[in-house]
């Protein structure tokens, strides 16, 4: 195909091509993400709403890590051509490559949220401690999810040591406001979806809103590629 210069175009260079190839890796990149939760997510559309449930929420949210790295990774390192589609591979290779190094950083964040969760969930019944102490958990538990997501984002798409992608998570949330506003903003969506409506409609749109966390890291991401490696 020629195009309007006079060059030839490969076959999956057009608009349509692309639009068509990126429609296709959202639906694989959908469908791998509810198989790898699916037991998590099970769990986690049957618990009641109560605070006692909380252990088992952060427990059932343990496998939501390592697949949504692996998404991320899908989708930033997966070209929109037509000829070499292969999604599936890469999210189950990225799965592997990087499921010890997402534990090391997932776990750590849903066991400080649980901690914190249950701390405020039972604080009207501890007579000892003042109201006003719900604050200063509410404030360590924004900044812990923050860092977390940050977190999530860079050892998806870097090799570094665990300390050095924590050092570099705490670092971005005040280096890089912008991103910080927009997952700030990304994660009250994300509520706002559980409370009015389920986990399961959330997981639906598990894709969409890993694709959204990938483009709203983007300056932190390409500062990091630039200042940090190689």
């Known amino acids: 195909m020629t195009g309007a210069t ?3 175009r490969e076959f999956g260079d057009g608009p ?3 639009a068509a190839a990126t429609v296709h890796i959202l639906l694989v990149v959908e469908l791998l993400l509810l198989v790898s939760t699916l037991p ?13 449930n909380l252990p088992l929420v952060a427990a059932a949210a343990l496998p939501l ?7 991320l990774h899908t989708l930033r390192h997966q070209r929109p051509d037509l000829t070499d589609l292969r999604p599936a591979a890469t999210f189950l290779r990225a799965y592997r490559a990087n499921l010890a190094g997402v534990l090391r950083v997932w776990a ?3 066991l400080w949220l649980a901690v914190i969760a249950v701390n405020l969930a039972n604080l009207p019944a501890a007579a000892a401690v003042p109201g006003w102490w719900a604050v200063p ?3 360590v538990g924004a900044g812990v999810i923050l860092v977390g997501v940050n977190a999530l984002v860079i050892v998806s798409l870097f090799t570094f040591r665990t300390r050095d ?7 971005y949330v005040a280096r890089k406001p912008g991103v910080t506003v927009g997952n700030v903003a990304l994660l009250a969506a994300v509520a706002g979806v559980t409370a009015v ?3 399961a409609v959330l997981a639906l749109l598990a894709a969409l809103l890993v694709l959204a966390l990938l483009r709203i890291g983007d300056p932190m991401i390409d500062e990091i590629r630039a200042e940090f490696t190689a």
């Open 137 to 139: 958990l509410v404030v």
């Open 6 to 8: 006079g060059g030839l």
């Open 40 to 52: 998590g997510l099970a769990v986690l559309v049957l618990l009641d709403r109560d605070s006692s």
């Open 165 to 171: 992608v924590l050092r570099l998570a705490v670092y």
């Open 65 to 71: 890590g390592p697949a949504v790295s692996a998404a």
């Open 16 to 18: 349509l091509s692309r």
């Open 197 to 199: 409506f389920s986990e």
């Open 108 to 110: 750590p964040t849903l």
